[in-house]
């Protein structure tokens, strides 16, 4: 078997092996595509009556101790965070969602880049994946962090419970992650699953709004806590896979189809030396009858 032979070989077996992975990549994010898309816009939206739950339960304490002659900002402040029944440990914390292995492009990559901006000595990490483990403890070998593994399918129940008992201890929690914006487009994304993803515009508009919250706010705000929190956490790690599978996918057919012009090359090469050695043979016997008269 000639040099070129063992390439075209190889080459071959490696766009079989691409061709297959980039069937399961597509068939998972078509299993995932349709689900993801059509909870965004409601999760969306239950992140924001989220934000409104808990600015109206803290401007409830703030009236109910102007009532009672504290008006101090500071000292509000210190009141309420004595009277929150869902009180933290007052820090906040960042969490990366990377990857266990390769072949998604360049995604998880950006992530993690997105993600590192956002790491200084004051802010705590947790990082999902050992990809991104060995990333930041590159970066970043004097920091430290949580690390939680996490399969790169569908996000696995027993695993967010673990993460989010953990995670529920701190007052605002930011999920970086990887989103789906259209087949050839993935985009690093942060999520807030704390009720507290809320610009100071927004804010205010909440404010102007007044609701009324049944059975009570009490009730409903310890519902949001407990419940939502791991459902907002939940649907941010299906848009981080359904982004790695659609990242896979397209990086898989670039590669399957830079490894077909490679094969048509080196058959062509192939053919080429064929003919010359055909030719060779050729003139050696002619060259051996002329030589025999």
Known sequence: MTKIDKQ?????????????????????????KDNVLRNREFLSGLSSVFARVKLSYRDTLQ??????????EEEQARYIDKMNFTRKNGRDIIVLASANTGL?????????EYFAQ???????????????KLWFQERFPNKPFLYFDLSDGDPNPDEIHEIMEKLSEYENVLLFHGKFKDILEQ?????????????METREDMRVIRSIF?????????????????????HALYESALSKYTSRMVSLDRATSSASRNLEKLK??????????????????LAGVLYGR
């Open 214 to 234: 049944e059975p009570s706010l009490e009730e409903i705000f310890e519902f949001f806590e407990s419940e939502i929190k791991s459902s907002l956490f939940e």
């Open 63 to 72: 009236e109910l101790l102007k009532r009672q002659g504290i008006t101090d």
């Open 187 to 199: 985009m690093p994304e942060q999520t807030g699953v704390s009720g507290d993803a809320v610009t």
């Open 118 to 132: 956002q790491v200084d000595p004051t802010v705590e990490v947790a990082v999902l994946g050992r990809v991104g």
């Open 268 to 285: 062509l090469e192939q053919s080429i030396l064929d003919h010359r050695e055909k030719d060779r043979a050729k003139n050696t016997l």
């Open 104 to 112: 998604y492009g360049d995604i998880v990559r950006k992530v993690f």
């Open 8 to 32: 075209v070989e190889q080459l071959e077996v490696f766009k079989v092996m691409a061709q297959t992975y980039q069937e399961v990549a597509a068939m998972r994010m078509r299993k995932m």
